[in-house]
């Protein structure tokens, strides 16, 4: 059973940070991890996702330049580091994977495998 499990989140200002945390198990086989998010009143959509030794590919350009997403496969890790938040940022984030040899992509029925969600809240 593949296990994907979150922690993180949180309430932050305007213009603060975040770390969100994802653990996989199997990293290294999963091959894609994305990263969605669902905000209040709306579907879940497509933020981010990264392939082992690759760099991001960034499917929602308000969050390029502001999130980064690290990979340690050694650790079965994968960190979502937000900076320069925004009240708009607010929603329930979500890390996802799939089957080996599986790439990114930026639809949510190519994943298999869901974290729990982790809530995100800014606002001053």
């Known amino acids: 059973q593949v296990r994907v499990v979150q922690s993180g989140g949180g309430l932050a200002q305007p213009g603060g940070s975040l770390r969100l945390s994802c653990e996989v198990s199997?990293?290294?086989?999963?091959?894609?991890v994305g990263w969605f998010r669902q905000a209040p009143g709306k579907g879940r959509e497509a933020l981010l996702c990264?392939?082992?030794?690759?760099?991001?590919?960034y499917y929602d350009e308000s969050v390029e330049g502001r999130f980064t997403m690290y990979r340690d496969d050694g650790k079965n890790m994968v960190f979502l580091d937000m900076n320069n938040l925004k009240p708009e940022d607010t929603a329930v984030y979500y890390c996802a994977t799939d089957d080996p040899g599986n790439s990114c992509s930026p639809y949510l029925e190519e994943f298999d495998y869901w974290g729990q969600g982790a809530q995100v809240t800014v606002s001053s």
């Open positions: 199997d990293l290294l086989f999963r091959y894609a």
């Open positions: 990264a392939e082992p030794s690759a760099s991001s590919t």
